[in-house]
C-alpha cells in the first residue's frame, strides 16, 4: 500500500510537468522529460518535477507523523543530456528502456542524496539548462538549493558541478507548478 501511494504521488508529479514515466524500480522510479517531442521547457519540467515530489513527500510525512508511521525518504537525482531510447531485450521479453550517460548521472546524483542528506540533487548541467530555459522560473525552482563542490561520480572521468536541496529543507517555493 505504501509503494502504491508513492507511485501515485510519483506519475502525478511526472504527468503534471509534461514528463514520461519510464518505469518503475521497486520503490523508485525513472522519468524522462523531452520524448518523445522536446517541449524548449524540459529542464525547467524536471526541475518541477522534483519539486513537487519533495512537497508530496513532505505531506505524505505530515500524515505519517501525525499518525505515528515511520517517515518516508525523498532521494532524486535530475540531469540534463542526450539519451538513448529503445526496445531491450529477448524474443520473450521485450520492454522500452532509456540507457545512456544521462540516466547513469541522474542515479549517481540520486544516490548521493543519500550520503549527503539531501532530497534533490541537480546536475550543474541540469541546473544551466534551466536557467537558459526561463531565468526567472528556473530561479523561484532552485530557492533552496545549495551549490556543492564538483562531485567525482562513478564511471565518470571529469568531476560533476552539484545543486542540493537538503532533505530538511524541502521549501515549498515552488510546491505548486510554476511553469
Not at 21 to 26: E, R, S
Not at 160 to 175: I, K, N, S
Request: with cysteine; glycine share 10%; charged share 20%.
Amino acid at each position: 500500500a505504501l509503494l502504491r501511494e508513492f507511485h501515485g504521488h510519483a506519475a502525478r508529479a511526472v504527468f503534471d510537468t509534461g514528463g514520461t514515466l519510464t518505469k518503475f524500480t521497486g520503490d523508485g522510479f525513472m522519468a524522462t522529460f523531452g520524448l518523445p517531442n522536446t517541449s524548449g521547457r524540459d529542464a525547467l519540467n524536471a526541475l518541477s518535477c522534483a519539486r513537487l515530489l519533495a512537497a508530496a513527500v513532505d505531506s505524505f510525512n505530515a500524515w505519517r507523523d501525525i499518525a505515528g508511521l515511520p517517515r518516508a525518504r525523498l532521494a532524486v537525482g535530475v540531469h540534463y543530456g542526450s539519451l538513448l531510447i529503445g526496445a531491450l531485450g529477448s524474443d520473450k521479453r521485450t520492454e522500452i528502456a532509456v540507457v545512456g550517460d544521462t540516466v547513469n548521472v541522474a542515479s549517481r546524483l540520486e544516490r548521493l542524496c543519500r550520503t549527503a542528506d539531501g532530497a534533490v540533487a541537480a546536475s550543474e548541467a541540469l541546473v544551466a539548462a534551466a536557467q537558459a530555459e526561463d531565468a526567472e522560473v528556473a530561479a523561484r525552482l532552485l530557492e533552496g538549493f545549495r551549490p556543492l563542490p564538483p562531485r567525482r561520480l562513478r564511471g565518470r572521468v571529469a568531476p560533476v558541478g552539484v545543486h542540493l536541496l537538503p532533505a530538511a529543507a524541502r521549501a515549498t517555493a515552488a510546491a505548486d507548478n510554476p511553469l
